[in-house]
C-alpha cells in the first residue's frame, strides 16, 4: 500500500494529524469517513478538497465512507458561521442525497467488489430513532459542558464579539457528530475522520467519545481551508459559487475558473485537485517558469479537473468555447454550442431582442444593426465598418451592406452573434 499521510504531505493537503494516524493507516486498510451536509443538491468546488482526500485514501488501499449528514443538516454546524444556518426539511435532504451521491460517483468507486469499496451512510438512518433522553444519557455523561466550552467553534459564537449567540441545538452540535464517529467505528470499524481544519474540535470530540465510551483508538486528520493568494475565499465568484452541477455553472465556466488562477494558485492547486504524480507536477512547474506567458499550469489544471467533473467531450467543448471569445473560430464550432453554453460565453455583452417576423421575412443588415438592434449609433458608421472588413455575423466576415438576415442565420434556433473588430460583442435574441 501507498503511505497515504506522505502521499497528502507532498501534495500540501495536511492540517492537522493526531499522533498514530500514519501508524495506523500504514498498519492495515483503514476505513476513514468525511462528512458532507446535503445542504444543496450539489456539490461545489468546496468540498472538492475533502472528496479527494477519500479518493487519494481509495487509491492508497483504503476504504472511504462519505457520510451525508441527513441528521445534521438538520442542526447546522456552528464551525466558521458567524450564523445559524436555515434547516432543511427531510424530503429536501432526502433529494440532495441523492444528487450528492451521482456526483460523488465520479470520484469513488462505489460498485466493484473490492475490499475497500466505498460505501455512502447517512446518520439520519441511527439518529431518527435514537431518543432525546437515550442521547443524553448514553453519549452527553461522557463527554463534560467543560470539554465542549474549550472548543473554538463555541469560543467564537459565545464571545462578547457575537451579538448572535448560539442555540443549544448548535451548542450539541459537536456531540452529534461525535456520536456518528462513534457509531462507525462500532458498526463499521472506522478509525479515522478526515475533513477542513475548522472541523478540527468536532473531530476530536469523536476520538475522545471512542476512547471514553469503548476504550479504543481512533484518529483524525484535517486538510487547509483553501484560500487564494490574494485572501479572497476560494470558489467564490461574483455570481456565487462554482457547482459541480452543469445546471448550475456550466462546463465553460467551470473550466475558465480554473483557467483565470493566478500562477501561485494553480501551483498549489494542482496538486490539491488532480491525480498528477509529484513528478509530473514538478516538470509541469519547471516548465511553466520558464514560459509562465503559455500558462501551461493552468491549461493543465483546467483539463485534469473539468475531465474529472464532467467529461472529456464537456472539457473539448469548453476549450472550443473559449476559442470563440478569444481565438480563431468559426461559424461552424459556434453552431457545436449547446444554449447554456453559448449564453455563458456572453454573459456580460450588449443583448438585443429582435423581432422574430422581421428576421423571417429577411432584414438587411444595416437595417438590423442600426435600427432593429441598435448596436450602431447609424448606418452611415455601421457602412464604414462594414466597408473596413470590422463586421461579422456568427463569425462570418461581413463584406456587403446589403446582406440579408434570416432564420437560416439563428444559433440554437434563437440567438445571432454580431461582432466589431476584435473585442465587441452583440447578442440578438429573437421575441
Known amino acids: 500500500m501507498k503511505n497515504f499521510i506522505q502521499e497528502l504531505t507532498w501534495r500540501g493537503m495536511i492540517h492537522n494529524a493526531m499522533p498514530g494516524a500514519e501508524e495506523q493507516t500504514n498498519k492495515e486498510m483503514t476505513t476513514a469517513y468525511v462528512g458532507i451536509d446535503p445542504t444543496a443538491d450539489s456539490l461545489h468546488i468546496g468540498h472538492l478538497v475533502g472528496v479527494m482526500m477519500l479518493k487519494h485514501f481509495q487509491s492508497c488501499g483504503h476504504k472511504p465512507l462519505v457520510l451525508v449528514g441527513g441528521a445534521t443538516g438538520m442542526i447546522g454546524d456552528p464551525s466558521g458561521k458567524s450564523q445559524e444556518r436555515n434547516l432543511l426539511d427531510e424530503e429536501t435532504l432526502r433529494h440532495n442525497q441523492e444528487s450528492i451521491k451521482n456526483q460523488l460517483a465520479n470520484f469513488l468507486d462505489f460498485d466493484s467488489d473490492a475490499e475497500n469499496v466505498a460505501e455512502m451512510v447517512n446518520n439520519y438512518d441511527w439518529m431518527k430513532d ?54 462507525l467505528n462500532q458498526n463499521k470499524n472506522c478509525k479515522l475522520q478526515m475533513g477542513g481544519s475548522d472541523q478540527w474540535g468536532n473531530m476530536t470530540t469523536g476520538t475522545e467519545l471512542i476512547r471514553r465510551k469503548t476504550g479504543g483508538e481512533a484518529f483524525a486528520i484535517t486538510c487547509p481551508l483553501i484560500t487564494k493568494a490574494d485572501g479572497n475565499k476560494f470558489g467564490k465568484t461574483e455570481s456565487g459559487n462554482i457547482w459541480l452541477d452543469p445546471e448550475r455553472t456550466s462546463p465553460y465556466q467551470f473550466y475558465q475558473f480554473w483557467l483565470n488562477t493566478s500562477d501561485e494558485d494553480a501551483e498549489r492547486y494542482i496538486k490539491i485537485f488532480t491525480l498528477l504524480s509529484e513528478e509530473e507536477i514538478k516538470d509541469l512547474v519547471e516548465k511553466h517558469k520558464e514560459a509562465p506567458h503559455q500558462r501551461q499550469l493552468q491549461q493543465k489544471l483546467a483539463e485534469e479537473v473539468t475531465v474529472m467533473i464532467h467529461s472529456r467531450e464537456a472539457y473539448d467543448m469548453a476549450v472550443e468555447a473559449s476559442q470563440i471569445l478569444f481565438g480563431r473560430a468559426t461559424e461552424e464550432s459556434l453552431r457545436k454550442l449547446d444554449e447554456k453554453t453559448l449564453l455563458s460565453i456572453f454573459d456580460g455583452v450588449p443583448q438585443f431582442e429582435i423581432s422574430a417576423s422581421k428576421l423571417q421575412e429577411g432584414i438587411d443588415i444595416v437595417s438590423l444593426l442600426a435600427e432593429e438592434a441598435p448596436a450602431f449609433s447609424s448606418k452611415g458608421e455601421l457602412r464604414r465598418a462594414i466597408k473596413g472588413n470590422a463586421i461579422s455575423i456568427n463569425k462570418t466576415k461581413i463584406a456587403d451592406a446589403d446582406y440579408s438576415l434570416n432564420n437560416e442565420h439563428l444559433i440554437a434556433g434563437k440567438y445571432i452573434l454580431a461582432q466589431k473588430g476584435k473585442k465587441n460583442y452583440y447578442l440578438l435574441i429573437t421575441k
Open 130 to 183: 435514537f431518543s432525546f433522553l437515550d442521547f443524553i444519557r448514553d453519549v452527553g455523561k461522557h463527554i463534560t459542558v467543560n470539554y465542549m466550552m474549550a472548543k473554538d467553534s463555541v469560543k467564537k459564537r459565545l464571545s462578547a464579539d457575537s451579538k448572535a449567540g448560539m442555540s443549544f441545538t448548535e451548542f450539541t452540535y459537536q456531540l452529534v457528530q461525535g456520536y456518528d464517529f462513534l457509531w
